[in-house]
């Protein structure tokens, strides 16, 4: 069993990331270890970043958006020289286990670091809800409740000017949260990477909304789409829409901010499992929510996939907007 845990964040922020790091700070107290925290994920770890971390030093966090710890891209870290260094840190400052909260990019360094010997286990965080080994991650409720209110007020101003709405969400090459946010607000199309949409199917769905009699149409667009809501909007310049056409890009708004019970909950806990599963000498492995339990899936599994959208949504996405 360890006696010196530590933990960092990696990759994008996520609300609901500081629950999880004060979760598995106070879990490991508990366990009667000392508990370390790193800053700026990766870069801090190469850089020797190291602080430890007490009870008091999380308290009033839960309810803050971001990650105290804070996060850096580390190109550095990638390369055998960087997993190396990496090592070399932990063990010069008696590191016993590692906890690494994140998403894809995250999990794959941790994958990296536990292929090395360190003992590692990941806690699933990203809005993206792409990650291999968790139903739905720390991060994603908030981020699509976001989007939903935004799209809610612009449908709301959309229908008094007898507008088109091109909404374009994060996502990066995953189209989750397009394509909840799109059925969970009534809109006429969505727009994501895993189908193959063109140009032109949008615009004349756009336009028989219009024909409808529709006050409105809104299209959700996710940011990784080969059209985004840019290039649609550049298309759609020649065409007959009916509606006058406007862009929202709503970007990072979508995962500052406090996060929902949800995610305060589904960090909690997540990271009171990862100390559990170190506890009992498993490591290697990424904790993540599967059919509503806390569960484990190996990092070697985990690195690299990206988690498959249910292709049944997008069709019922289509039969909602008719």
Same mark, same amino acid.
């Given at each position: 069993?360890?006696?010196?845990?530590? *933990?960092?964040?990696?990759?994008?922020?996520?609300?609901?990331?500081?629950?999880?790091?004060?979760?598995?700070?106070?879990?490991?107290?508990?366990?009667?270890?000392?508990?370390?925290?790193?800053?700026?994920? %990766?870069?801090?770890?190469?850089?020797?970043?190291?602080?430890?971390?007490?009870?008091?030093?999380?308290?009033?966090?839960?309810?803050?958006?971001?990650?105290?710890?804070?996060?850096?891209?580390?190109?550095?870290?990638?390369?055998?020289?960087?997993?190396?260094?990496?090592?070399?840190?932990?063990?010069?400052?008696?590191?016993?286990?590692? /906890?690494?909260?994140?998403?894809?990019?995250?999990?794959?360094?941790? %994958?990296?670091?536990?292929?090395?010997?360190?003992? *590692?286990?990941? *806690?699933?965080?990203?809005?993206?809800?792409?990650?291999?080994?968790?139903?739905?991650?720390?991060?994603?409720?908030?981020?699509?409740?976001?989007?939903?209110?935004?799209?809610?007020?612009?449908?709301?101003?959309?229908?008094?000017?007898?507008?088109?709405?091109?909404?374009?969400?994060?996502?990066?090459?995953?189209?989750?949260?397009?394509?909840?946010?799109?059925?969970?607000?009534?809109?006429?199309? /969505?727009?994501?990477?895993?189908?193959?949409?063109?140009?032109?199917?949008?615009?004349?769905?756009?336009?028989?909304? %219009?024909?409808?009699?529709?006050?409105?149409?809104?299209?959700?667009?996710?940011?990784?789409?080969?059209?985004?809501?840019?290039?649609?909007?550049?298309?759609?310049?020649?065409?007959?829409?009916? %509606?006058?056409?406007?862009?929202?890009?709503?970007?990072?708004?979508?995962?500052?901010?406090?996060?929902?019970?949800?995610?305060?909950?589904?960090?909690?806990?997540?990271?009171?499992?990862?100390?559990?599963?170190?506890?009992?000498?498993?490591?290697?492995?990424?904790?993540?929510?599967?059919?509503?339990?806390?569960?484990?899936?190996?990092?070697?599994?985990?690195?690299?996939?990206?988690?498959?959208?249910?292709?049944?949504?997008?069709?019922?996405?289509? /039969?909602?907007?008719?």
């Amino acid at each position: 069993m360890p006696k010196r845990l530590a *933990v960092l964040t990696s990759g994008g922020d996520a609300p609901g990331m500081n629950a999880a790091i004060r979760a598995v700070v106070r879990a490991g107290l508990a366990e009667g270890w000392e508990v370390l925290g790193i800053r700026r994920g %990766y870069a801090g770890l190469l850089a020797g970043e190291i602080r430890p971390l007490g009870a008091r030093d999380v308290g009033g966090i839960i309810q803050l958006g971001g990650t105290i710890l804070g996060s850096a891209r580390c190109p550095e870290f990638k390369t055998p020289a960087g997993i190396r260094r990496a090592v070399e840190v932990l063990s010069q400052n008696g590191v016993d286990a590692l /906890v690494v909260i994140g998403g894809n990019g995250s999990q794959q360094g941790a %994958y990296a670091l536990s292929r090395e010997g360190v003992p *590692v286990v990941g *806690v699933a965080s990203t809005i993206d809800n792409d990650l291999w080994g968790s139903d739905i991650t720390i991060g994603v409720d908030t981020a699509l409740n976001v989007a939903l209110e935004a799209i809610d007020r612009i449908k709301t101003t959309a229908s008094s000017h007898n507008r088109a709405f091109l909404v374009e969400v994060m996502g990066n090459d995953c189209g989750y949260l397009a394509l909840m946010a799109g059925i969970a607000g009534g809109a006429e199309a /969505v727009v994501i990477p895993e189908v193959p949409v063109s140009p032109e199917s949008v615009a004349e769905t756009i336009h028989e909304a %219009y024909a409808k009699g529709k006050p409105h149409a809104i299209v959700v667009v996710a940011e990784g789409a080969a059209y985004n809501a840019q290039k649609l909007a550049e298309y759609f310049q020649q065409k007959r829409l009916g %509606y006058e056409l406007r862009v929202t890009v709503l970007g990072h708004v979508q995962r500052g901010g406090a996060p929902g019970a949800f995610d305060r909950l589904l960090g909690t806990r997540l990271g009171v499992a990862a100390v559990e599963a170190l506890a009992r000498g498993e490591t290697g492995v990424l904790v993540g929510q599967l059919k509503g339990e806390m569960a484990t899936t190996p990092l070697a599994d985990v690195a690299g996939k990206k988690k498959p959208l249910d292709p049944k949504l997008f069709e019922l996405a289509q /039969v909602l907007a008719r």
